[in-house]
């Protein structure tokens, strides 16, 4: 079945510093790829997506790259705020009318000053 | 504003007392679906839905019913609550269309068992 593996967290950054978060899939065929964002005490909002091999996502100085040959779609920035402390979820989307969005068990940012 | 409004956002309950959580979207999206959060297990599915009296389970659905009558709404219902079922819900809708789309999450239910 489809899977999703993020690195473990908490991830702690000074303000001002290069992000990554590593994500790794498996997934049958092509699915679309997505980061999501949840703040403290919200839901989850959509970050950035990308929906075949070699697209980037972007938003909010986010970038995530589709990498087919190593089914990775790594998260980074390159300086982070305090504002960006937050969980970041990878998922996948398979192909299929009853598709559902698999998720990784998330990785937690902290942002110091 | 195109949202997904859950209710309750918190929810304080006894073993065995029926409860429901509704879930509704302005967007007329066809696919909706319950999603369960815990520490360490990231967000699992409870229950989908493609359209009005499509429902189907996901990969947790045991303890749990749901039913689309409407578009619009897509109740969770626990009809004998348990602790273990002590979570983060979350209710999610996308369009049915592709597998490009992401889901439109709620707020989430902060739901405790006791």
């Known amino acids: 079945g489809n899977s999703v593996t993020q690195m473990e967290g908490p991830v702690t950054l000074s303000e001002e510093a290069f992000l990554t978060i590593n994500c790794t899939y498996t997934a049958t065929g092509y699915p679309s790829l997505f980061w999501y964002v949840q703040y403290p005490g919200e839901g989850l909002q959509l970050l950035l997506k990308?929906?075949?091999?070699?697209d980037k996502g972007s938003n909010k100085g986010f970038e995530a790259t589709y990498r087919k040959e190593t089914t990775s779609f790594h998260l980074e920035k390159g300086s982070v705020q305090v504002s960006d402390s937050a969980v970041y979820f990878c998922?996948?989307?398979?192909?299929?009318?009853?598709?559902?969005?698999?998720f990784g068990t998330g990785t937690r940012l902290q942002v110091t000053l | 504003e195109a949202q997904v409004t859950q209710n309750p956002r918190y929810l304080i309950t006894v073993t065995g007392k029926k409860l429901t959580v509704t879930c509704s979207q302005n967007?007329?999206?066809?696919?909706m679906s319950w999603y369960r959060q815990d520490p360490g297990l990231g967000l699992r599915q409870i229950y989908y839905?493609?359209?009005?009296?499509?429902?189907d389970k996901g990969d947790v659905p045991e303890g749990y019913k749901v039913s689309r009558k409407e578009k619009r709404n897509f109740p969770l219902i626990l009809e004998s609550p348990s602790p273990n079922q002590t979570s983060l819900y979350f209710c999610?809708?996308?369009?049915?269309?592709?597998?490009?789309?992401?889901?439109?999450f709620g707020s989430g239910t902060r739901l405790t068992v006791v």
């Open positions: 839905s493609m359209n009005v009296e499509v429902t």
């Open positions: 990308a929906t075949k091999a070699d």
């Open positions: 998922a996948l989307r398979q192909s299929g009318t009853a598709s559902k969005l698999t």
């Open positions: 999610a809708s996308s369009p049915q269309t592709g597998f490009n789309y992401g889901y439109t």
């Open positions: 967007m007329n999206h066809e696919y």
